[in-house]
């Protein structure tokens, strides 16, 4: 398996640093709103990184943070009268409704900075004892020209930098010691949230959060650290030089990062009108949709999103759906006997769609690719599974498929639905009408079945319905 490494600018073999594991870190949210679809990007494409591990039969301790003290979260709780602790309470439990529509696994933890503040204290102690750190009248700066690796991921020269990134309002500006060095702590304003430390009442920089949850749930060294490309730099530059320097060791082997979303090829913006919430999306689409575009491209590929490209991936996603229902009905109904000399040459042969998926997705997480693959496979379905075929070979290609899409976190186990006894009996009364020849009133229960969101499919094998 490869992968591309931000670091290294190259594709490597992974290797991880204990046999049969992987500790991931994914950056998270800052939680004052609903989160966008530039958030579920990274969300979907590192569950599907974490899926196919496991389906590699890797143990994956997937840790990813969600930033609930912030600038902006404070600055929604005085716009609403309302605490801080609210906000981000709030939309930590609506940002987890978004992705459980969208089907990401729960994170093996997913720290909240406020809950981790003494152990922050503690690193940004650790690097003011070795020399990294300095304080100034309560607030804490980093010297950023003391590390010497400084801009090895971004690959900037620190001569050359220009401050940028996420600002952080602090006073005493003027007191950095170098106009690069960025802000460990920083001391309360009125009104804001604050913690004790030694140097001032008053919170975190953004930047140290991710350095201490990551080792304190996952280890001074972890295999991969992920999240956006627009974290590269400052903030994982950032943290690389705040735990390497603490720590006194490599941190992170593997730095993955997806591509940047726009919206009919233009930055996503609010200022433009184009700005989006996964939730708005949902209201418009089923979210698994919206998880299947994302995939759609490679996830270090520039996304471009529009209605089009997603009515796009609601066709092709029905495509795999209705593959799934067609065998579940042909199962239910098929014969139960052996599998033919034929149908296990068969079932041998569309082992070939599974390594070419395997193969993509070895090849640095290429679900583009690996969709490809399933959509052969889909085809391979539709071509040899009929009423004629066994339970063993329906059921045997199910399961080929049910494990790929599995893997990309798209659903194709159906819940099994009930209808109501009145539309069972529209069912049966509609049958013994077509026995009957009656068919003026057949097709008076199938409209009246229609208004009542039930459609209907009459197969050699019998009536299929869905929900419309």
């Not at 930098?161 to 007191?175: A, C, I, P």
Request: net charge negative; charged share 35%; proline share 3%.
């Amino acid at each position: 398996m490869k992968i591309y490494n931000t670091m290294s600018k190259r594709k490597e073999e992974f290797v991880p640093l204990e046999e049969g594991k992987v500790k991931m870190y994914v950056c998270g949210p800052t939680v004052y709103n609903f989160i966008h679809i530039g958030n579920a990007r990274p969300m979907i494409v590192f569950d599907t990184v974490r899926r196919y591990f496991e389906y590699k039969g890797y143990d994956v301790n997937f840790v990813s943070n969600f930033t609930d003290v912030d600038d902006k979260i404070i600055k929604k709780a005085i716009e609403e009268g309302v605490t801080a602790d609210e906000i981000s309470k709030r939309y930590i439990a609506e940002c987890k409704k978004d992705m459980n529509a969208m089907n990401i696994k729960p994170a093996t933890k997913n720290p909240l900075a406020t809950e981790e503040i003494c152990g922050m204290v503690d690193m940004i102690q650790t690097l003011i004892d070795k020399g990294y750190a300095y304080e100034k009248n309560g607030t804490v700066y980093y010297r950023t020209r003391k590390f010497k690796d400084y801009g090895k991921l971004s690959h900037k020269n620190l001569d050359d930098l220009q401050s940028g990134g996420r600002t952080l309002l602090v006073t005493g500006e003027d007191e950095k010691e170098d106009p690069l060095d960025f802000v460990l702590w920083k001391p309360k304003k009125e009104g804001e949230p604050a913690w004790k430390s030694p140097w001032s009442e008053g919170r975190p920089g953004w930047h140290i959060e991710c350095s201490e949850m990551s080792k304190k749930y996952l280890g001074e060294q972890i295999d991969i650290h992920a999240g956006g490309e627009d974290l590269i730099f400052p903030h994982h530059e950032n943290e690389i030089a705040q735990s390497e320097a603490a720590n006194g060791k490599e941190f992170a082997k593997y730095w993955m990062h997806n591509g940047f979303l726009n919206i009919d090829n233009r930055k996503m913006s609010k200022s433009l009108g184009n700005f989006f919430t996964v939730r708005e999306i949902s209201e418009k689409y089923d979210l698994q949709i919206l998880r299947f575009f994302m995939l759609s491209a490679h996830y270090r590929s520039p996304l471009n999103f529009s209605a089009d490209l997603m009515e796009a991936a609601k066709t092709s996603l029905e495509r795999i759906l209705t593959a799934a229902e067609n065998l579940r009905f042909l199962s239910k109904n098929a014969d139960a006997g052996a599998l033919t000399e034929e149908e296990e040459a068969l079932l041998t042969d569309s082992d070939k769609y599974v390594q070419g998926f395997e193969e993509a997705m070895d090849d640095d997480f290429n679900t583009a690719d690996a969709i490809a693959s399933v959509f052969e496979l889909v085809k391979f379905i539709n071509t040899t599974a009929d009423g004629s075929r066994s339970k063993e070979y329906l059921d045997g290609l199910y399961e080929k498929l049910f494990r790929l899409t599995d893997v990309l976190g798209i659903i194709v186990e159906k819940k099994e639905e009930m209808l109501d006894e009145e539309i069972e009996a529209l069912i049966e009364k509609r049958q013994a009408a077509r026995k009957e020849r009656n068919f003026a009133l057949a097709d008076q229960i199938r409209d009246e079945l229609l208004a009542k969101g039930i459609i209907l499919e009459d197969t050699r094998e019998g009536v299929k319905w869905k929900k419309a």
